[in-house]
């Protein structure tokens, strides 16, 4: 009794060491390039600003972390919230959450289109979905307000149609950078709906209506159950992205409002302060870790629900 | 009961889809008409003209640039791609066990870092490698691309593995395929549309890069997006319009080839 | 997908890529991009058989923290007068007496002793510029010389402007406009200089660097930007105007200097040596744009370039144009939070 439970442990091991093995080539060059890193960052943040950008190395100050959401009032010296930067951060947030949802809403008909093709001509679709973004994104979004500008195809098309009567001022505003972001991240949100939708098992969908479900129904309890985890993966390509987006806010929103993105990339350049842009972007990032973490714990549990 | 409607169908979802594709396309098309132009700006129009072309292919530093973007692209892409579908394979259709959510988070933090702290960071520890091993060809730039390529190749092959029962891998199994065999002719060919997903984001992703590239590179390794950084602040001509046509012309190509081919399979 | 494909490509980018830097005379400039003349370097390469490689960065704090981090492979690079001292002063430049080589003497004496580089013992110049008022004139008529074009706008030019997305640039027109020095620590004024730009941000289109682009096309009517692009667009469209803000306006001039750890220092003095010759010099401008510091190098500027308003400073504001000096690191920091602030 006891050795068919050693051998069955046995068997377990083995499964895990392989499974560590199978992971190990991501997981070290993640280490090398992107976790080690971070380590470095992570001593920055706790040293003393160089006077000229850098640290002051070994020397311990918690200044960094302090500015992150605490300020000395520039004129009075008193100590109060950092409300500039939780603007900027509560603007990111926003943007980023719209952003997602307006991916979604047009990257899953797209990708369930595409998955509902003949199948030699699915993959042509994933790459006409991809063609445009073969085209450095610089030189993407300069087109983009070739289309959004005041003279552009928009505002021509909406006054042909008679739906306004002078051009909408859209460059440089909030409207410029969501329309980018939406352009710039839909792929991110397409290519995993469509990796797990292409699998899609279409005698579920048929039970469903001889069931007498309507289409709704169909959609909605059987499809989008079914390919949740592009669902996921999806939301999560392009929500954290855009919580860092740094050249569209540049770019399409005139470079007047700020992004979390172009606030930590202040601190590393004219701002010379890297222990408050390294604080920063730990927490943010342990921000989004969380989330993540919190996220994807009950899109697995409604998962599993759903069979 | 006589069904004269597809099942597949979902009203509303193809006009969707068409909207989708005619927003992609829009800025594109704008792009490839003022490569056609005449004057040096890429919002007048000034008549048509190949000029830009002329200028593009005699301009060695952006031709080199555009080269240098695509092997790294897919060097990059190809690494991450490798990578992420094994660690897929090792972190779904698994009963949970020790590590596994630390291996997700681990996977996916380069998505979480600022791209400027992962830049500053990788530019002090690289340099210090530089300095010791005398080494500084494109390695570097590769490995940096590599890391943060994989969450992007990694979602969807994960994503396409989850929504994939296990019945036929096991059905193969029980008719003693080795491991290997199994993988081979039942799951590969099954994960094909999440592994092409996960290349094709992969590979764009690293052909948009600005700001690793920017910190990491060492000298005469400018990319595309490096070198067009440079001209935002100054001037941007339709020299660029040129080089990026050029290049859908060529992808248009590839697809259009990779359509035939598939096509003489089925 | 073809992998053998792939990875034969990989094998010949790094094997051909990592060895480049390896002949002798070689030079690998280190500069920001778009800068420089690409006609310039060919005559050099034919004149002294050296390869040359140039590399471009877009920020001058880019380029202190890397070449700060070491194993970079450069040269030259062209700092902005702001930032020269600190490279100095952090021991990265090689003191390579430029003003002992024998092209010296047409350098303009009013680039010689400067205060980022006294006596000139480190750098030469490569170009110098300023910030300074575009305007359309067809949309606005009145006095341009002044930064109240875009600080307190008139009625025609509000939701029309684009200002220089460059912290130190801003905040120097800004100050002086409210009357104070260049590093002032005054908190009353820096917070007059706070609540103006809060103020004034509503009132501008944009703060982007497409200048060329927009201002001829009529989506600005009024910049706050550098001259060399106010004057490419007025080539495009003869309604551009340019003027000089009396209040006070930043110069910058980039130099060009030589790294302590140039693997190619020789060739890099000969580089030093040759931009200094008046027709070389010209070729530097007649890319960019700017003007560059080497006396008799005007005569062989393109015709557009001969005698532009945005390029001779006239007389009466001379004295208003002042260098941006670089300010002690808490005067920086605190104005980073203003900017911080007006941005937020």
Known sequence: MASAADAARRAENEKTRSRWLLSAPALVIIFVAAIGPLFVMLAYSFMAKGDYGDVKYGQFSLDGWFSVFLQRDIFDDTIGIAEAHLSIIWRSVRLSVITTAVTLLLGFPTAYFIATRPRHTREIWVFLVTIPFWTNLLIRTFAMQQVIRNEGILNTLLMWLHVIDEPLQIMYSDWAILFGMVYVYLPLMVLPLYA??????????????????????????????????GVV??????????????????????????????????????????????????????????????????????????? | MARHFDIRSQPGFPLIALFTFAMLYLPIVTLVVYAFNASDSVSQWGGFSLRWFADAWDNS????????????????????????????????RTAPYRGLGV??????????????????????????????TGYSGLGYLIIAHTAFCIPFAYLPIRARLESMDSTLERAAADLYATPWMAFRRVTLPLLRPGIIAGFMLAFVISLDDVVITEFVKSGGQDTLPTYMLGQIRRAVTPEINAIATAFLALSVILVTAFFFINRRKT | MNWKMTAASAAIALLGLAGTAMAEGNLNIYNWGDYTSPELIKKFEDKYKVKVTVTDYDSNDTALAKI???????????????????????????????????????????????????????????????????????????????????????????????????????????????????????????????????????KWLAMDYSVTEKLPSGDYAAVYYWNGAILR????????????????????????????????????????????????????????????????????????????????????????????????????????????????
């Not at chain 1, 860092?244 to 929103?253: N, Q």
């Not at chain 2, 291996?103 to 300095?131: D, G």
């Open chain 2, 103 to 132: 291996k997700y988070a681990f996977i996916n933090t380069p998505l979480m870092v600022p791209e400027i702290v992962t830049a500053v960071a990788l530019l002090i520890v690289f340099s210090r490698i530089k300095v010791w």
């Open chain 2, 61 to 92: 530093a952006v031709q080199d640039a555009a080269l240098r973007s695509i092997i790294i692209a897919l060097c990059a892409a190809t690494i991450a791609t490798i990578a992420a579908t094994m660690a897929a394979i090792a972190t779904t």
């Open chain 1, 196 to 229: 797990s939708m292409e699998k899609l098992d279409f005698r579920l969908i048929e039970a469903g209506y001889d069931l007498y479900a309507g289409r709704l129904a169909v959609l909605r309890r059987i499809i989008i159950p079914l390919v949740k985890p």
């Open chain 3, 68 to 202: 700060r981090a070491g194993g970079h492979g450069f040269d030259i690079v062209v700092p902005s007068a702001n930032y020269l001292p600190i490279w100095v002063k952090e021991g990265l430049l090689l003191e390579a007496r430029p003003d002992q080589m024998s092209n010296f003497k047409n350098v303009d004496e009013r680039w010689v002793n400067v205060p980022w580089d006294p006596g000139r013992h480190y750098s030469v110049p490569w170009q110098w510029g300023l910030s300074g008022i575009g305007i359309n004139k067809k949309v606005y008529s009145g006095d341009i010389n002044t930064s109240a074009i875009f600080l307190d706008p008139p009625k025609e030019l509000v939701g029309k402007i684009n200002v220089e997305p460059e912290m130190n640039d801003v905040l120097f027109a800004t100050i002086k406009y409210l009357g104070g020095e260049w590093c002032t620590t005054d908190k009353a004024l820096l917070k007059k200089v706070r609540d103006k730009l809060v103020e004034a941000k509503p």
């Open chain 1, 233 to 307: 993966a999806g939301s999560i390509l392009v929500f954290i992205p855009s919580l860092g987006a740094y050249v569209i806010p540049r770019v399409l929103g005139g470079g007047k409002n700020m992004m979390i993105g172009n606030l930590i990339e202040l601190q590393f350049g004219a701002g010379r302060n890297w222990p408050l842009g390294a604080a920063l972007s730990i927490a943010l990032m342990a921000a989004v870790m969380v989330a993540l973490l919190f996220y994807v714990r009950n899109a697995a549990r409604s998962g599993a629900q759903h069979g």
């Open chain 3, 233 to 344: 667009s007025r080539l495009k469209n003869p309604d551009i105007a340019f003027g000089y803000p009396k209040e006070g306006y930043p110069v910058f001039m980039d130099s060009v200097a030589i790294l302590k750890d140039a693997k190619n220092p020789e060739n890099a003095k000969l580089f030093m040596n040759f931009i200094m010759e008046p027709e070389n010099a010209a070729l530097i401008s007649a890319f960019a744009k700017y003007a560059n510091g080497i006396k008799g190098s005007e005569q062989f500027f393109p015709a557009d370039m001969k005698g532009a308003p945005e390029l001779n400073v006239p007389a009466q504001f001379e004295k208003a144009g002042e260098f941006l000096a670089t300010c002690a690191p808490e005067v920086s920091e605190l104005y980073a939070r203003i900017w911080t602030d007006v941005n937020k």
